[in-house]
């Protein structure tokens, strides 16, 4: 009767079983993952410039100055203490680093490591930055050191977020 | 593709009598609403299933925002309804299915009971089905004071006073359930939380897998 | 099948090497017009699934599910509401004979026996009928049953006062600034014993967005209004006025 390369009636059915069953799977579905990758799909918030010190205090030396952001984390908002290392190049330009390492997060200090004063120094796996951030080659970290974002109004320094350079 | 797929891991699991013993049973015509308009309320039990599923789907994801801690719960649940996306559609879910599980549910007994489906030898599906109602009312309960907000706090303080009055064990009861003698806080919430999430729907499954594999052993009952 | 000697197995498994054909049984011989269940009826099945999903996601989008404000318990004068499938259960136990020194009548002995007996009911009705009109005791029972599941939610839903029950539980969207002057004065002259710490009411009413002036509030807190007494306000005319700029500022967003 039926052709070889039909389609019989109970894969006709079981095509249409498929479909259906797929359309309530999606149905139920869209919405929850929609729901659960929300975080994916949310922007960043932005983060406010928050005061850290004044301009006066910045010198050559890179010191360490710690400030507290509001961070808003879902329904938890809370106070996080932030800290920079804040210098001024040879132009006078002030630069904020993050002290976060790029290799594995630990947090660097500058001219911890003694054979290397004038570097700054991850005491995790003894990653090594130049004073511009430079990660030095033949160390651990991949990438130099996030700058911060930075303004200066009324002889103060704000600082936002800290972007890769 | 999908045939080799099949044929691999039946050559070395023999699934097939697996699959058709869950694929292969009758519907007989009298409970099928094509021949018989009538027999739509055989669907009531089906939808049941179907939203309990919904139910334990939306659970799941709204799990992954709310935390049962009384300083954050009604934060987490304002956040994920009016904050993530989707958050109204998923907990109205939640919400709309815990009610329309117990109407589903509800008429589901009538129909057993008005057609005297659980007499012999069907008696223990029967007992199973009550458990199953009883298991779906406290999971309703409990559920409720979860968003920790003003009706669910005053909706269980009364539950748990109607916990108090029974005879003897009574305040160890309502001890039990709420983790305080006096106070309706942190500790009732967490409790309700481990209640609502892990163990009735631990139980609920178990009485489900049951009900249904006694309905396969026994067929569905015959007509009128 | 094949069976007993001679069988032969996927290698040292114990799988039968034999494959049995996946093919559904034949229906054609069984009497009526049975139909197998995959994928005939389920492909049914589903299709009202489907329809219902529909209606379903429609009801979550069209009414949201509802939020009222954060739990407040020393907030005495909420009037608590069970979820309406409970409603029947709560109706009842403001009948005199399931409250007072009937309680447990009412919290136990009823729901437990109508529990009871719905759980039991295949050893409650042992005939081997099964239609329900041959059967008038089940039936009517559960007509009966049915009948005050129906009318005690009823009389619970008309009693109800749903515009207090919308009032009580809104939530409040204004920032009550608990360091202002005007909000010490508050608290230390006890209004927050009535009108809660967030002013959103409490065996008093709601203080936010009434729409007074100061000097109106200020009369009201020296001499009272409606079920407030007189002389709540025991403080200083600096604090008065503190207290009074500082309510009718509080407007509603």
């Known amino acids: ?165 | 593709m999908l045939q080799k797929m099949y044929d691999w891991v039946d050559e070395r699991l023999d699934i097939t009598p697996m699959w058709r013993d869950i694929a292969d049973h009758e519907v007989p015509e009298h409970v099928n609403p094509a021949h018989h308009f009538s027999a739509f309320v055989y669907c009531f039990g089906g939808l049941t299933f179907f939203i309990t599923v919904i139910q334990i789907l939306s659970g799941m994801f709204l799990s992954m925002y709310y935390v049962p801690d009384i300083i954050n719960a009604y934060e987490s649940v304002y956040y994920l309804q009016n904050e993530v996306a989707f958050g109204v559609i998923v907990r109205g879910m939640h919400h709309w299915g815990a009610s329309l599980v117990i109407v589903m549910m509800f008429l589901h007994t009538l129909r057993v009971f008005f057609q005297g489906a659980y007499k012999k030898p069907r008696e223990l599906n029967w007992v199973v089905g009550v458990m199953i109602f009883g298991v779906m009312l406290g999971l309703g309960f409990t559920g409720y004071l979860l968003p920790w907000d003003m009706k669910a706090l005053f909706a269980t303080k009364v539950g748990l006073e109607i916990a108090q009055t029974v005879p003897v064990i009574g305040p160890a009861l309502k001890t039990l359930l709420a983790g305080d003698a006096t106070i309706i806080g942190a500790q009732t919430l967490t409790r309700f939380f481990a209640i609502h999430v892990f163990f009735l729907p631990g139980a609920l499954l178990g009485l489900m897998g049951a009900h249904f594999i006694m309905i396969r052993k026994q067929g569905i009952s015959g007509p009128l | 099948m094949h069976r007993g000697k001679g069988m032969k197995f996927v290698g040292d498994s114990r799988i039968p090497a034999e494959r049995k054909p996946n093919i559904p049984k034949d229906y054609s011989e069984y009497p009526g017009k049975t139909e197998a269940f995959w994928p005939n009826f389920l492909l049914k099945e589903w299709m009202v699934g489907s329809v219902f999903l529909i209606g379903y996601l429609i009801l979550t989008v069209v009414h949201e599910s509802p939020l009222e404000r954060k739990a407040d318990p020393t907030d005495a004068s909420y009037i608590p509401l069970p979820d309406w499938y409970f409603l029947f259960l709560y109706q009842l136990l403001k009948y005199k004979y399931a409250a007072g020194d009937y309680t447990l009548i009412g919290t136990m002995v009823m729901p437990g026996l109508a529990f009871g007996a719905l759980l039991l009911a295949p050893w409650l009705d042992r005939g081997p009928e099964r239609r329900p009109v041959k059967r008038p005791v089940a039936t009517g029972l559960m007509l009966l049953a049915l009948a005050s599941v129906i009318y005690l939610t009823w009389e619970s839903v008309v009693n109800h006062d749903w515009e207090k029950a919308e009032q009580q539980g809104k939530i409040v969207e204004v920032e009550i600034d608990k360091e202002a002057p005007g909000y010490k004065v508050y608290q230390k002259q006890t209004c927050i014993g009535c009108h809660g710490g967030n002013l959103s009411g409490g065996s008093g009413p709601s203080l936010i967005g009434t729409g007074l002036s100061a000097e109106e509030i200020a009369n009201i807190a020296k001499n009272g209004t409606g079920a407030m007494p007189a002389d709540q306000f025991k403080g200083t005319p600096e604090e008065l006025k503190q207290l009074s700029e500082f309510i009718a500022g509080l407007e509603k967003k």
């Not at chain 1, 799977?25 to 993952?33: K, R, S, T």
């Not at chain 1, 910045?58 to 400030?67: A, L, M, W």
């Open chain 1, 1 to 165: 009767m039926a052709k070889k390369d039909d389609v019989s009636r109970r894969q006709f059915l079981n095509y249409t079983l498929t479909g259906v069953g797929g359309f309530m799977a999606a149905g139920m579905l869209l919405p929850m993952v929609r729901f659960a990758i929300d975080p994916i799909m949310k922007e960043g918030a932005k983060q406010d410039m928050v005061p850290v010190v004044e301009v006066s205090k910045v010198t050559e030396k890179p010191q360490r100055f710690t400030f507290e952001i509001e961070q808003k984390d879902g329904w938890y908002e809370s106070k996080v203490t932030q800290a920079a290392w804040v210098y001024k190049d040879k132009n006078g330009d002030i630069v904020a680093l993050s002290p976060i390492c790029k290799h594995l997060g630990c947090t660097v200090d500058w001219a911890a490591s003694p054979a290397h004063p004038n570097q700054f120094y991850c005491p995790c796996h003894g990653g090594r930055y130049e004073k511009d951030g430079t990660n030095i080659k033949g160390t651990p970290p991949l990438a130099p050191l996030d700058v911060y974002k930075k303004e200066v109004k009324d002889g103060k320094l704000y600082l936002g977020q800290a972007v890769p350079q």
